[in-house]
């Protein structure tokens, strides 16, 4: 940039020429397009009114050959000023340049660029923070998630055994006659409630291992399982098969005296009776499912009430790790489109066709195509090979000027 003292605007010879000159120039040229125009109002009007004849032709040819030399020279008497007062205005727009951070190569300029590396660079890093931190809460999900459905399973597992001891006493209890009854009595109270190792070393898990854990990890994690299980099983399949258990021995002493009563009663009456001790024993065992059942629904729910409180702390979670920690730049992303080649163009112009182009008027898509229109305009006007378009929606007309 120029030193201040020789700025155009500070000169005191140009405000000078300004003020003498600018008043003539205008008046001057003021007065050159007044007339130019008054001179073509009355040609347009005698073509209005008796149309264009050869000699009138000539005219109109002659006033536009003088309509360019008054042009020019108007021209040539306002350029000193005007030329003054763009560069005025350039000093004036040059100052604010180099301080404009849009402006390229401009120190504000830069230091913008350089924040938008470091946001870019922030941004990036925030992203690999939360994506490493996504999947390590997938992974502890997984591993929840895992633990949850072996243990379910396992627990399925131990309810259809206690079931199956149940239904195996039951057998036994309705299978009890006057003849067997030593025998099967002996294998009643001889019933076995002691839940073995062994069941829990061929104990199967049939959960679904997420890809997220390891071979090593789920057999770790349902070993684990299994361990935690083993005494509450233990304890669990004694109670309920051995309290079972108990309540038939303990009814086998009235039991066979009802069997010895049916034995020696008539038909009638032993119809009565055994329809009586089968209600009785329906009844208890209806008394010893609706308790287990009972049992059941509790932890059921138990395990419900814990599940809503894992979900609640899951969502927690993910809000945390949708918050950066630490200063982050305010920044505006928003996505700019990169084509590879001119396919991707063409895809570019199809989206927005679709979107918002066949919906817009002739006039505005005739000004957004100009350049492609002006091309193929210059194509069909090619005097050597004019090539035209084959199309229902496209027509060409002349185009006829005087010269």
């Known amino acids: 940039m120029s030193e201040t003292n020789n700025l155009p605007i500070l000169r005191q010879e140009n405000v000078q020429m300004i003020a003498q000159s600018a008043p003539d120039t205008y008046n001057t040229n003021a007065l050159s397009s007044q007339r130019c125009a008054d001179y073509g109002e009355k040609l347009l009007a005698e073509i209005q009114r008796g149309g264009m004849t050869d000699a009138l032709d000539k005219q109109c ?21 005007t030329k003054l007062f763009d560069q005025i205005r350039s000093e004036f727009t040059g100052m604010e340049n180099t301080i404009d951070p849009t402006k390229k190569d401009t120190v504000p ?41 072996s243990e379910d399973d396992y627990r399925r597992q131990f309810d259809n055994l206690v079931t199956e001891k149940i239904n195996e006493l039951t057998s036994l209890n309705q299978s009890l006659t006057v003849e067997n009854f030593d025998e099967v009595s002996n294998k009643i109270q001889g019933f076995n409630i002691t839940l ?42 004694q109670a309920e098969v051995g309290e079972y258990r108990d309540t038939i021995t303990d009814a086998l002493p009235s039991k066979k005296k009802e069997l010895e009563r049916i034995a020696n009663a008539n038909a009638e009456e032993q119809a ?3 329809a009586e001790l089968e209600a009785r024993e329906a009844a208890e065992t209806r008394r010893l499912d609706e308790e287990r059942r ?10 419900q009430v814990q599940q809503s409180a894992n ?6 979670a993910q809000n945390a790790v949708a918050t950066p920690v630490g200063y982050q730049p305010k920044t505006s992303v928003k996505q700019k489109i990169v084509c590879a080649n001119a396919d991707g163009i063409l895809a570019a112009v199809s989206m927005w ?6 919906f817009l008027p ?6 957004i195509f100009k350049k492609q229109l002006s091309f193929c305009e210059k194509v069909a006007n090619d005097k050597d090979n004019p090539e035209f378009i084959n199309s229902p929606f496209v027509r060409y007309e002349e185009e006829v000027k005087a010269k």
């Not at 040819?61 to 000023?81: F, G, H």
């Open 61 to 81: 040819a002659d006033y536009i050959d003088k309509s360019k030399r008054t042009l020019k020279a108007m021209n040539e008497r306002r350029s000193p000023i």
């Open 109 to 149: 300029y830069k230091i913008q660029q350089a924040r938008n590396a470091y946001a870019a660079k922030k941004r990036e890093e925030a992203e690999r923070a939360r994506q490493e931190e996504m999947r390590r809460q997938q992974r502890e999900q997984a591993l929840n998630r895992y633990k949850q459905e």
């Open 196 to 237: 073995g190792n062994e069941w829990f070393q061929n104990c199967q898990c049939h959960a679904h291992k997420p890809y997220e854990v390891t071979d090593a990890e789920a057999i770790e994690i349902r070993q684990s399982i299994l361990n935690r299980l083993s005494k509450q099983f233990k304890d669990q399949f």
């Open 272 to 274: 009565r009776i055994k």
């Open 294 to 303: 009972r049992k059941e629904e509790e932890a059921k729910a138990a395990k």
């Open 311 to 316: 979900e609640m702390d899951g969502l927690f």
């Open 353 to 358: 066709w679709s979107k918002e182009g066949q």
């Open 362 to 367: 002739i006039e505005e898509l005739s000004k």
